[in-house]
């Protein structure tokens, strides 16, 4: 009878590891490969416009000869390029710096949510993520409007008498930051107020009463407790923002010079798959480099509160 019982249990727990392992085979492993493949191809004039090309029911030889036509050129041709060089560095830079600004503007806000009386919480969270219940291009479009020339925030500082010719903000990278945070800032403020609302009141009492002024509160127990939140909202900005082609797009305009601007200027301006196939893999494994940062730092703080 146990062993019957124990069955469907362990179907279970099969299942629910089949299942995710399968999602990611299907929609990132595979993927990733056929572009991966299209990286080590040669751009051709034909549709799709790469050599080689594999068609199902060839016999595995006719493969294997094609696939000795695989090249490397495309990653020395990224690499020699100070185009791509400079893409890299620039996405690099937006993607930091963004991420900083939507840190220090959503900590307060986690913060203050997280201290809020328990009948006000609901209301402040839904009022954080209320912008994802608009369509995102409706949200970047209205930061046109808001950012030209003529635009509501000139107008309004124009009132105040804080200046006296209109600013150029749109197509410049400020107006990019002010994008990405203003997107992405739900990214950061979530994962702040998950931690900062499990934060023990009595231990800021205890410190007071130890003689710890407001800013050693903060930051020896506030900042030390926060770092989960703090990793994981800094990853769902960074990553994101690292490969961000709407809004440098709509917003930077040629100013703008970002990967994700590049990836698609190779796909459907210059239909240079292979070079966008090679571009978008390094992008990937330049994305891997900070998850895999951010997964040892929290195997690390695992392992010391079990020790």
Known sequence: MSGGAGTPQKLGRALAVFVPYAWLLVLFLIPF????????????LKIPPYL????????????FEKARNFTLENYRWIAGDSLYLQSFLTSLRVAAI??????????????AIA????????????????????SFLIRVYSLIGILKREGLLN??????????DPLTIGGTQIAVYIGIVYTYLPFMVLPLFAVLDKI????????????ANAFQRFWKIIIPLAMPGIIAGSMLVFIPALGEFVIPDLLGGKNALMLGKTIWQ??????DWPVASAVAILLLLL???????????QFRADQRERG
Request: glycine share 6%.
């Open 266 to 271: 190779e796909f459907f301006n210059n239909r």
């Open 200 to 211: 023990d009141g009595t231990l800021l009492e205890a410190a007071a009463d130890l003689g």
């Open 287 to 297: 994305l891997v480099l900070p998850i895999a940062i951010f997964q040892n730092a």
């Open 115 to 134: 201290r809020t009386p328990a009948r006000w919480k609901g209301l402040l969270l839904v009022a954080v993520i209320l912008p994802f219940w608009t």
């Open 33 to 44: 490969l056929l572009v991966f493949k299209i990286s080590l191809s040669e751009v051709a």
């Open 98 to 111: 963004s991420t900083a600004l939507t840190l220090v503007i959503g900590f307060p806000m986690a913060l």
């Open 155 to 164: 107008q309004f500082l124009l009132w105040l008498g804080v200046i006296d």
């Open 52 to 63: 080689p090309d594999f068609a199902f029911g060839e016999p595995l030889n006719i493969w």
